[in-house]
Each structure stands twice: as structure tokens, then as C-alpha cells.
């Protein structure tokens, strides 16, 4: 039906860069263009956050506070592909991060589709 599957997390230093990827498969994904999809994180001992959200179709494009001037998020849309440009990372940054997927809605709860996530470690 629909599967999102996260990669790119890994340990870096402060001030280094990731790249995240998600890629959608399944026929859920047939108009994949038309979905609106974010990344979203969890760290140790804290509630999961809104990091970035996108849509070409709604013309929405979101950042975090934290995330603004140092993160893109960006589609590929003929490779099914979600990604997210981390820059100047921090520790704070440190989290799992998930990507999500849905028709209509960017939000903690209520998206169609979650990916199972990837850890990002980030070292002072």
C-alpha cells in the first residue's frame, strides 16, 4: 500500500552536515506528487517535533524555529524521494528523525503514512 523507509542518520560533529532520505514505495505512492510530507524528530527523554514540512500542491512550505537557516527540505519527485539538508548541526540536534506523508496534513498525529526512522548523533 504505502511504505516510507528513512535513511541517512550517523554521527557527526558540531558544525557538520546530514542528509536525510525517505523514499515513498507502493501504490499508495502512485501520485506521490500530491502528497503533503514533513520530517519530524524525537530526542531522548523529549516529545516528538515538527522539524520541516512541504507541499506543492497546498504551496505550504514550513521550518521549526530551531530549523530555519540551517535545514532544506526538498522532493525529488521522479525518485519518490523526501529529502532533508541538515547544516550547522548541534547537539541538540541529536534525535530520531522521522519522515511522514499525507494527503492533506502536516502535524504530529493524523498523517496517513510514518517512516520507522533514523538516528542522527551529534557530538560536541
Known amino acids: 500500500e504505502g511504505l516510507l523507509v528513512e535513511s541517512g542518520g550517523g554521527l557527526v560533529q558540531a558544525g557538520g552536515s546530514l542528509r536525510l532520505s525517505c523514499v515513498a514505495s507502493?501504490?499508495?505512492?502512485?501520485?506521490?506528487?500530491?502528497?503533503?510530507v514533513g520530517w519530524f524528530r524525537q530526542a531522548p527523554g523529549k516529545e516528538r517535533e515538527g522539524v520541516a514540512c512541504?507541499?506543492?500542491?497546498?504551496?505550504?512550505?514550513w521550518y521549526s524555529d530551531s530549523a530555519k537557516g540551517r535545514f532544506t527540505i526538498s522532493t525529488d519527485t521522479a525518485k519518490k524521494t523526501i529529502y532533508l539538508q541538515m547544516d550547522s548541526l548541534k547537539p541538540e540536534d541529536t534525535a530520531v528523525y522521522y519522515c511522514?506523508?499525507?494527503?492533506?496534513?502536516?502535524?504530529?498525529?493524523?498523517?496517513?503514512?510514518w517512516g520507522k526512522g533514523t538516528l542522527a548523533i551529534v557530538s560536541s
Open positions: 512541504i507541499s506543492d500542491r497546498y504551496s505550504r512550505l
Open positions: 507502493g501504490s499508495a505512492f502512485d501520485d506521490f506528487d500530491e502528497y503533503v
Open positions: 511522514a506523508a499525507d494527503r492533506s496534513l502536516c502535524g504530529l498525529t493524523g498523517m496517513d503514512h
